[in-house]
């Protein structure tokens, strides 16, 4: 019997070293992930890294621009400004539009791209004209849906829970991405806020006045480096208020409206854009297809919608209304010219943000 336990002995011992050698520094097998642990979160996430490359990673590298012709005409501004106008039936939208472009190549060092605030409010083209800009766009929603910082200064720091429409009280949802300036030639447009609730943008952006002296907020992000997360903006953002404009889902699923926005190429150029609408010869766009609508005409890595409806204006030096230089035909105007629903150049609302480009 001795000898038979010693035999026992003899085969378990290697046995028992083997399973202890992982608290050693050894090789060991891994303990089982439990469900719903943090564990198996990280382990979701690196499954996640792992999925390999992303539809929109075809894009990069690609240098897109219209060519002069089929609705486009475009003109040289001046050396590394370029502006685009569309005018016909578009092929994303398969309706109407007037889109008007200006490129602004942000590899010129002759050239400075810079934010302004009008507390009293103002229009476009009196910015244009005040700070002797080349181009000039409209540039945030209602200040108390923003973050805006302007050198160092916080002008509005996000206090409204709800955006007030008649009768609707609608949560907030007009912060979710940034434009951010050092008021010379960077820029950059960040999706800061995704996936993130009220209390935690306040909480980002508040991080973000420790290293950014000028930024300001506004929604929804188009494109987050090539990926086309515009198109998901509504998907994500179910209608609530059906009947209320200021609903995310109505007011970005709205194939009408005018839009103002930022681009931004991976050869570091940046777009201004204004896309008119609610007239027969310029129908508007939604998110989702001026999403599109820029992958297809741009490529840009970076999109962020600015302020639309009767906000939306741009001038243009040498473009447009010959004394204003507004380009667009914004929604406020009471006067029609020769063409039905075509508008002129008049009727800009006055707004407090602007973005624009001058010389230096």
Request: with cysteine.
């Amino acid at each position: 019997m001795k000898f038979k336990y010693l035999y026992l002995l003899l085969i378990l011992f290697p046995l028992m070293q083997a399973c202890t050698k992982g608290d050693k520094g050894g090789s060991s097998v891994p303990p089982p992930v439990m469900p719903g642990t943090e564990e198996e979160e990280n382990k979701d996430d690196e499954k996640d890294d792992d999925d390999g490359p992303k539809p929109w990673d075809e894009n990069r590298g690609k240098s897109v621009r219209p060519e002069a012709g089929n609705g486009w005409t475009i003109s040289t501004v001046a050396d590394g400004i370029i502006y685009y106008a569309f005018a016909g039936k578009e092929s994303v939208t398969n309706a109407n539009q007037r889109i008007f472009v200006t490129e602004i190549d942000l590899n010129n060092t002759a050239y400075a791209v810079k934010m302004a605030y009008e507390g009293d409010r103002s229009t476009t083209s009196a910015v244009y004209k005040k700070t002797k800009a080349i181009a000039c766009i409209n540039g945030g929603y209602e200040r108390g849906s923003l973050w805006i910082r302007l050198n160092g200064t916080n002008y509005s720091t996000l206090p409204n829970d709800y955006i007030t429409s008649g009768s609707y009280q609608v949560p907030q949802w007009k912060s979710e991405a940034a434009v951010y300036l050092d008021g010379e030639r960077d820029v950059r447009l960040e999706f800061t806020g995704r996936d993130m609730n009220l209390a935690e943008w306040r909480a980002a952006y508040r991080a973000k006045c420790s290293t950014e002296r000028t930024f300001i907020t506004s929604a929804p992000m188009l494109i987050d480096d090539f990926e086309p997360v515009g198109e998901q903006f509504c998907t994500l953002h179910p209608v609530t208020y059906a009947n209320c404009s200021e609903d995310p889902y109505v007011h970005q699923a709205s194939t009408t409206n005018p839009r103002t926005l930022l681009a931004k190429t991976e050869d570091n150029h940046l777009l201004f854009m204004v896309v008119d609408g609610r007239r027969n010869i310029s129908r508007g766009i939604s998110a989702a297809e001026l999403t599109r609508f820029l992958v297809k005409n741009f490529n840009p890595q970076y999109a962020i919608n600015l302020d639309g409806g009767g906000s939306s204006t741009m001038c243009v030096q040498g473009q447009g209304d010959s004394e204003t230089n507004v380009v667009n035909y914004p929604t406020d105007s009471d006067k029609v010219d020769a063409r039905p629903g075509a508008g002129d150049h008049t009727g800009e609302r006055s707004v407090p943000t602007f973005f624009y480009v001058v010389k230096k």
